[in-house]
């Protein structure tokens, strides 16, 4: 018979912390026994560690537990108000281990047999949308805030100032009208409810796909004073599901590279402000996830039925990723050179198209060094190999497989593995094993925009990904009929 349990962990006192607590961030976990097979999934309110620091983790709670190693998910919920990177290494990690060992051991001892119901919701555009937009004579954009709604709710903007374009205004006549941003989203929110013989919930799973940023909206109006860590509406909805439901709620987060939520923008100048929108949002998802499961929750089927494992994919990094950590100094004068013709060409009256691939140019190479020192930590072993091994982590429970993949990938991974894998449920996660910046398409880096220079990715990169874990999924699947 199949047995769980849920836990959560404070991660205060694991790092130095920069600016106060708002509210506490945690690790969230859940326990899984079932089918011979033993499961660890922890979601962490971090923004994002390195790959080798969260494998080594994983590695550390296996040792610890007799978990298997590829059996244990390292989830982070890229929540923007919290520690990442740099911050997330050496003995924050190991302290991070021994604390995580310690609640598993006991979710181990007290893990008991359980029900599963389970509602799949399909929320449309209420409470996301695509941020990216191909812009009519300019090119590919992306807005983080300051987005505006139409009486519908539909998202638009007229802005340029809000499309990363480093102050540049181009003259443009489509920006005399609405330009919406209307590109697909991930729709599809699941809530799983346990519970135990008695009857009692236990825990909660939720899973819906967006940028935790809400609590840092201050930031994009230029104000750098009010900073506090705050685990952002992911946090909210979950503690809200604590509250209706009882248990612990644990947060899955979708793919999400190019989604954010429909948030507030206008008076987001402090903490407080910022803070009360992600509440907002995280209780009116919540809301919503309750309702629906109130009116076509189901029993989880085969719950006894369980595989998990764990895919590496060695792929390609783009050719102007510096081949060594001496190439450092050079970015700078790369940075300063890209920056140049890119003002220069503005004060020439150069076509906008022209410009705007000019800020991009200058964005890449400003962003390389913060890339491999503060967000994925290459190591000159990878730089020099221009590759990035990646892993994914599947786990095929009941009905459904859930897939980790790497990095912030599009809202295009997950509409892909939900038409490949057509004969389970597939749920795609995000950010699973460690931060792999963005996995750009190749419709990415044409356009340009955010994607297109925050990513390592070569421009077949996503193909290769897409081509191995294709091969390696379906043998998966197939051992398990």
């Known amino acids: 018979m199949a047995k769980c349990r849920f836990g959560k962990i404070s991660v205060q006192g694991l790092f130095e912390p920069v600016y106060p607590f708002g509210t506490d961030l945690y690790g969230r976990l859940f326990y899984l026994e079932a089918g011979g097979n033993q499961i660890l999934i922890a979601a962490f309110d971090f923004l994002g560690s390195f790959p080798q620091e969260a494998n080594r983790w994983r590695q550390g709670v296996s040792l610890a537990t007799g978990i298997p190693a590829d059996h244990i998910w390292y989830h982070e919920l890229q929540v923007h108000a919290a520690p990442y990177g740099p911050q997330l290494t050496g003995e924050v990690i190991d302290r991070l281990t021994d604390r995580t060992v310690s609640a598993v051991r006991s979710l181990m001892e007290e893990a008991e047999p359980f029900t599963c119901e389970v509602v799949e919701a399909d929320l449309g555009t ?3 949308m695509n941020r990216e937009q191909y812009v009519a004579g300019l090119g590919g954009v992306t807005i983080w805030s300051g987005m505006d709604f139409d009486e519908e709710g539909r998202p638009y903007s007229q802005k340029p100032e809000v499309m990363l374009l480093r102050d ?7 920006f005399d009208k609405p330009i919406y941003f209307d590109n697909p989203n991930d729709p599809k929110a699941y809530l799983f409810v346990f519970k135990n013989e ?11 796909a967006a940028h935790p940023d809400v609590a840092v909206l201050f930031e994009r109006r230029g104000i750098n004073d009010q900073y506090r860590y705050n685990f952002d509406w992911p946090g909210y909805l979950s503690e809200k599901l604590e509250r209706d439901l009882g248990g612990i709620s644990l947060y899955l987060n979708g793919p999400c590279g190019d989604l954010s939520t429909k948030k507030g923008f206008d008076g987001m100048d402090t903490y407080e402000d910022c803070s009360g929108e992600a509440r907002r949002i995280g209780e009116t998802i919540a809301a919503r996830l309750e309702d629906c499961f109130e009116r076509h929750h189901r029993p989880l089927a085969h719950p006894d039925r369980c ?13 102007s990723i510096p081949y060594s950590k001496a190439e450092y100094p050079h970015l700078d004068q790369r940075t300063q050179e890209s920056e140049e013709r890119f003002q220069r060409a503005i004060e020439e009256g150069r076509p906008a198209y022209e410009v705007k691939q000019l800020a991009d140019e200058r964005w890449r190479n400003g962003f390389d060094y913060n890339f491999i020192e503060e ?3 290459f190591t000159e072993e990878q ?8 892993t994914v982590s599947v786990l095929q429970w009941g009905e459904y497989l859930f897939v980790g993949v790497p990095g912030e990938s599009l809202v295009d991974m997950s509409l892909w593995l939900r038409s490949q894998f057509t004969g389970v449920k597939t749920i795609p996660v995000d950010q699973v094993n460690g931060y792999y910046g963005y996995m750009a398409t190749a419709r990415s880096l044409t356009l340009g925009g ?6 390592w990715a070569r421009r077949d990169t996503n193909a290769l990904l897409k081509a191995s874990l294709m091969e390696q999924m379906e043998a998966f699947l197939r051992e398990g009929e």
């Open 383 to 390: 730089l020099r190999a221009h590759v990035a091994r990646v």
């Open 168 to 174: 540049y205004h181009p003259n443009l006549p489509v």
């Open 450 to 455: 955010y994607t297109y220079w925050a990513s």
């Open 375 to 377: 967000k994925c930590g």
């Open 307 to 319: 595989r998990a494992a764990l895919f590496a994919i060695d792929l390609p990094m783009r050719d």
């Open 198 to 208: 008695a009857g009692e919930v236990i825990g909660s799973i939720s899973r819906f």
């Open 126 to 128: 209420e409470y996301t």
